[in-house]
């Protein structure tokens, strides 16, 4: 079937679309577009991939559910469109941003993707969501596709940073091919998890560290 994503993702990844669970996900997708009110917007379900391309991908970040509210995602997981409100987890990665690299300057909003474009893959593991239903669209086959996302990363490339914060994102990081690539955990960022080790974990200066030590260029977060 055809998929409209990024070039080399879609070279990546061609095997994964012509699977049942894939086409079965495709037909409820688009029944849930049609019959109620669902996050992302369409065209931004794979934005993601589109603004980090397989070729430049040299992190990512993990996360769960699009946000459910209006509005808020466009297919970045943590980020916020432009002119949204910050939400609290991304408040407190902002916070833990500026503590462990001082010198950054304030973000001039929650829209990231600014570290997309430098090859940070900021991956939900369920990539859409019913407007205010969280894990509405869970267990219908995102989990599946986004595994094989990390899978092929994991396989087909070396010394990525893999960022994994909170058990569920843990979980889901244990097919990674921890020999080549760098796996940072840590507490989820969320305002209920973030001082039991999410504070002072220092992932963006170990993330720089690491890339520089393998002759990769430095996020500037």
Known sequence: MSVKIEESWQRVLQDEFEKPYFQHLTAFIRGEYATTTVYPPGPQIFHAFEACPFDKTKVVILGQDPYHGRGQAHGLSFSVAHGVRTPPSLQNIFKELHDDLPGTPPAPDGNLDRWAQ??????????????????????????????????????????????????????????????KHLVLKAAHPSPYAADRGFFGSRPFSKTNAYLEQHGQTPIQW
């Open 118 to 179: 430098q090859g940070v893959l900021l991956l939900n593991a369920t990539l859409t969501v019913r407007a205010s239903e969280p894990g509405s669209h869970q267990k219908k086959g995102w989990e599946q596709f986004t595994d094989a996302v990390i899978q092929k990363i994991s396989e087909q490339k070396e010394h990525v940073v893999f960022i994994l914060w909170g058990a569920y994102a843990q979980k889901k990081g244990e097919i990674i091919d921890g020999s």
